[in-house]
């Protein structure tokens, strides 16, 4: 998708992204920001872990739904808000390595409603590996 | 759904929630565990904030998550060990207040696939407020 | 949830059920309609089949997807339009039997968005079992 | 995903297909069979719509549905039996034109569960336009 986003586009994630307290506790980082597509970096860290060792379901959860709210956010005029109305994840294998990467694009940009995909990969010496994936739905809210 | 679990679930299931370092991070905490049926609390705190103060939406899919996975965890023999395939969460209401309680049960116990649904409810002084709801698909792995 | 729905929602949805040649083309009708919540029947049909002889998995969606969106209609104001956004199913067992009863109900009614949980039973002469969980967003739109 | 597939797939995607009777009744055929990945078309026929007069959502996910789990059969060994064990779809655009095209590709393949991912175009002299998509968890069963 060839997408244009309004002016100010990547000051306005980085401002939304700062007031995130969530990511700053999990350790979460922007790693790119283009029109339509947000990449999200989350360290494999202990104290992120289920019971296995891998890093916990919510938390890849957390950081793909930001990844696709961000990504949805670029495309939205100055002074929207963007909420997250549902998502879907999978788990594909174990979230193990070094760290994870969330890069989510927007498959359809609505004035209301937009719909985004977003890959979680573990990345490690080895290479990287697809972990999980998501499809959600967040909604553009202006005024209030 | 009446149902019966394996003797000892509910030792099994605060043995393996202990081992989730990523509950210990954001505050979570086991309030209850039932055959089928397994409640989660986790503060509002400040630190598990979005961008609008609201509990981030993964932190709200970490904990209905983690109920929905010891929920279906109850009715797993011993020596089980419980994965998520996949899960859908939607947002209802902005998530506020004093604490989030996430109340799974089991709809659907197979032996390799259980299939659960959570509510999430805001707690304040007001009363609860429906937040959040998921589906997941549970999986049981016996062995290794 | 104790809800009241507006004057003739009974016949909005009759109304708009009738243009829904798809649902004719399967054989589905209404069973019931009230504020909030909607049952359409599906007769289990040879022609509905997927290749083991259960009712394939779209059929199921297909009365599912109509019983929410209608469920969520009985609450919007005359003049509106539904439409489904997104939903999410589950299969839970082999859909055989003598019809499939589709019962939904609204979670969550909003102005713009409403969430719907409908399940699936299987009828026969042995009784019902259920069959299939959906949970769908729904959209109101006005005008045009 | 450069994949491998079992001897044969191809005759075996052809004989399931065949008795899908949901497929005939809809007017679906196979268009493509690839080593992890199925195309189906549906025309778009009055008799499939909605009450707007768009291809009812749940014909739509009807082949998207089988397009996923006949792109994940694939890639299963002889004598296996694919069931879908959930998907969700997200409508992005009404599905109006001549003929809607499903194309799903398994996205991981597994021992027991596979995902998939399927778009929905919807063609018309004007070209295609994206009109739907969906993640799908297949399953794999031996036996009986």
């Not at 696709?68 to 909420?83: D, E, H, I, K």
Request: net charge positive; hydrophobic share 50%.
């Amino acid at each position: 998708m060839s997408v244009k986003a309004p002016d100010g586009f990547e000051q306005r994630v980085r401002d939304s992204f700062a007031q995130q307290k969530a990511m700053a506790t999990i350790g979460a980082r922007l790693l790119r920001i283009a029109p339509g597509a947000v990449d999200i970096e989350l360290p494999v860290r202990d104290d992120l872990t289920q019971q296995d060792g891998f890093v916990h379901a919510g938390m890849l959860a957390a950081v793909l739904d930001s990844a696709c709210g961000y990504a949805a956010f670029t495309l939205m005029p100055a002074g929207a808000r963007v909420v997250s109305v549902e998502f879907k994840i999978n788990m594909l294998a174990p979230a193990v390595g070094e760290r994870i990467v969330a890069r989510a694009r927007v498959k359809k940009a609505g004035r209301t409603l937009s719909v985004c995909d977003a890959d979680g990969f573990a990345l490690s010496a080895g290479g990287e590996k697809l972990v999980a994936c998501m499809t959600g739905t967040m909604m553009c809210l202006m005024g209030a």
